[in-house]
């Protein structure tokens, strides 16, 4: 069985940084894609940010240059480091091993990030 668990998420000033860790259990971690997404109060879920098993990165519009992606196989970990923090990006933020979409694959129960100005 696959669990993921999220931590690092909490409550932020604008323009501050968090970073995110999503530790897997249960798989092959090596061989999947991750991905991290975020869902708002009333709006859909929506990517912000994909790594494959290649390493290969892509993010959304809204946060690039300010997110970055990273995963550490060896301790089937991934990251996401959060910088320049607005309060737009609050939201639980999710972490997904599979293809990108938010339909399929595992899923992390979510860690709430607070932006305040």
């Known amino acids: 069985q696959v669990q993921l668990v999220e931590s690092g998420g909490g409550l932020v000033q604008a323009g501050g940084s968090l970073r995110l860790s999503c530790a897997a259990s249960?798989?092959?971690?090596?061989?999947?894609?991750m991905g991290w997404y975020r869902q708002a109060p009333g709006k859909q879920r929506e990517l912000v940010a994909h790594?494959?098993?290649?390493?290969?990165?892509s993010y959304a519009d809204s946060v690039k240059g300010r997110f970055t992606i990273s995963r550490e196989n060896n301790k089937r970990t991934a990251y996401l480091q959060m910088n320049s923090l607005k309060p737009k990006d609050t939201a639980v933020y999710y972490c997904?091993?599979?293809?990108?979409?938010?339909?399929?694959?595992?899923w992390g129960q979510g860690t709430q990030v607070t932006v305040s100005t």
């Open positions: 997904k091993v599979g293809s990108v979409g938010t339909r399929g694959g595992y």
């Open positions: 790594i494959t098993s290649g390493y290969r990165t």
């Open positions: 249960g798989t092959i971690f090596s061989v999947y894609d």
